[in-house]
């Protein structure tokens, strides 16, 4: 196989339980898939509180980071890994503002959403960070190493 160049770039992407409750996995599944992003990695787990804490580690000691972390893992999410070329800020510009208030219409969060603390989903703001959280998440054999039939229509 022969991937395009700068194709294999890996977001993590997380549907947070008021998205899983409001039943809105498939529809953020599609508008990742039809824009061409690549699922690689996807599990519904009800993640602890230590798994919600490391993931938001960089919040620690924050005024909110107490009832995020409460949040996260008061119910069932979906994780997912994209792939595919600039999925990192492309997945974010999708996502749009974390505030969805300040959202645009036509971002996840902004057809969606209304408060901060309700903002249905996840995505890593880096790929430094979206290494960290793939592994953090998912075993390496979680993860599947393909090149679809289509790759030729979506990458010159
Ligand atoms: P996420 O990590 O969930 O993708 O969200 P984000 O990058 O857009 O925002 P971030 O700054 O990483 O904050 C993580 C989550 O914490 C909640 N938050 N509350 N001032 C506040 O009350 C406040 N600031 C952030 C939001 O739910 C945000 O998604
Ligand atoms: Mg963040």
Redesign the pocket.
Known sequence: VSFAAGSRERSFIMV?PDGVHRGLVGDIIKRFEQRGYKLVGIKVIVPSRELAAKH?A??DG???FPK?VDFLSSGAVVAMVFEGKDVVKTGRTM?G??NPLASAPGTIRGDFGID??R?I???S?SVDSAMREIALWFKADELADYEPVATPWLYE
Do not use: Q, R, S
């Open positions: 947070k938001y960089e919040h924050k005024p909110f995020l996502i503002a974390t901060m603390g903002n989903i996840h995505g703001d």
